[in-house]
């Protein structure tokens, strides 16, 4: 069975500084997607970005992109001039390519310093 | 482009008692997915719901059942309520018909147990 974790609960930064949110997975397929969704308080779970197993080049959005690793089974996020908007909890989510299913990690909580 | 909406916001039920909980997916979308997401945790898969059949289940018991309905909306019943299930359920819905099936989340239903 596949599974996400992500170790650190917490995390802070300070306004304007970047941050990487870390993740890590299992799984024996080689065709898969992982994901970071975004949780504020509000609860809507908004996507943050994709990247693709197949695919060597990290995915970038604005000012958030990751860092794939895919032989070691890592998927880190970092947050570029972190802003008070980005404060809410972060998951890394699994999804294989035959399953539609997310696993998603336990989740962090990060905060934003003004 | 309406995005997926859920119904009730918040819901308060008895122990033993049954809730039926639903969800209009995102236009253009034909599967949706329920997840429940305990206090603190990330979401557990449930189930997939996709051309009115349970495509998909997680490790739920069978008081958790769907239904998925022409015009693709669902619903979520969960039979004889435990204190347990108190959460917030979230659903998903997604195009079968993209190599992405990128999923996209409403705003959640909170169910309280007492």
């Known amino acids: 069975a596949q599974t996400v974790t992500q170790s650190q609960p917490e995390m802070s930064v300070q306004e304007a500084e970047t941050v990487t949110l870390s993740c890590t997975y299992d799984?024996?397929?080689?065709?898969?997607?992982l994901f970071w969704y975004k949780q504020p308080p509000s609860r809507q779970m908004i996507l943050v970005i994709r990247q693709e197993a197949y695919k060597q080049q990290n995915a970038t959005e604005n000012r958030f992109s990751v860092n794939f690793q895919k032989a070691a089974k890592s998927f880190s996020l970092k947050i570029s001039d972190s802003q008070l908007g980005d404060a809410a909890m972060y998951f890394c989510?699994?999804?294989?390519?035959?399953?539609?299913?997310?696993?998603f990690g336990k989740g962090i909580t990060l905060s934003v310093r003004p | 482009d309406a995005g997926v909406t859920q119904s009730p916001t918040h819901l308060i039920k008895t122990r033993g008692q049954q809730v039926t909980l639903r969800c209009s997916p995102k236009?253009?979308?034909?599967?949706v997915s329920w997840y429940q997401q305990a206090l603190g945790q990330g979401p557990q898969f449930i189930f997939q719901?996709?051309?009115?059949?349970?495509?998909q289940r997680g490790n739920f018991p069978d008081r958790f059942s769907g239904h998925q309905f022409p015009n693709y909306s669902s619903e979520l019943n969960v039979n004889a309520l435990w204190l347990g299930d108190s959460a917030l359920y979230l659903c998903?819905?997604?195009?079968?018909?993209?190599?992405?099936?990128?999923?996209?989340f409403g705003p959640g239903t909170r169910l309280t147990v007492t």
């Open positions: 719901y996709y051309e009115e059949e349970e495509r």
């Open positions: 998903a819905s997604s195009f079968t018909g993209t190599r992405h099936y990128e999923q996209y």
């Open positions: 799984t024996s397929e080689s065709d898969y997607y």
């Open positions: 236009s253009g979308h034909d599967t």
């Open positions: 989510a699994y999804k294989s390519g035959a399953n539609s299913k997310l696993t």
